[in-house]
């Protein structure tokens, strides 16, 4: 069993920046997958993106291209989700979430296993 455990969230000012990071336990992480996902007040769960493991190939949604950044520390099983240019409708509160499959498209969030808690995020305007 994969165990997830975000941090990192907080209270940030638009136009502002924040790092999370997810902690990965449980298994060994050659084939494995981590997504990231949101869900905002009163609209559904939204992919972000997600980087495999096995190659370190990445994947952005379109929605937040070129504002966050997906990485990963192999040796300290950590990753990141790191936010720039905050906005105020990035607000709420984000998961990261494991899996095994492996492939070119990680945007639905039953193909994940396992969820981190979550960590609130919110921008102020």
């Known amino acids: 069993q994969v165990q997830l455990v975000e941090s990192g969230g907080g209270l940030v000012q638009a136009g502002g920046s924040l790092r999370l990071s997810c902690a990965v336990s449980?298994?060994?992480?050659?084939?494995?997958?981590m997504g990231w996902f949101r869900q905002a007040p009163g609209i559904e769960q939204e992919f972000i993106g997600a980087?495999?493991?096995?190659?370190?190939?990445?994947y952005y949604s379109r929605s937040i291209l070129g504002r966050f950044t997906i990485s990963r520390e192999n040796a300290k099983n950590m990753g990141y989700l790191e936010m720039y240019g905050l906005k105020a409708e990035d607000t709420g509160i984000y998961y990261c979430?494991?899996?095994?499959?492996?492939?070119?498209?990680?945007?639905?969030?039953?193909?994940?296993?396992?969820w981190g808690q979550g960590t609130q995020v919110t921008v102020s305007s």
């Open positions: 980087i495999s493991w096995r190659d370190g190939n990445i």
């Open positions: 449980g298994r060994t992480l050659s084939n494995f997958a």
């Open positions: 979430a494991g899996t095994d499959y492996y492939g070119n498209f990680y945007g639905t969030a039953s193909m994940y296993d396992s």
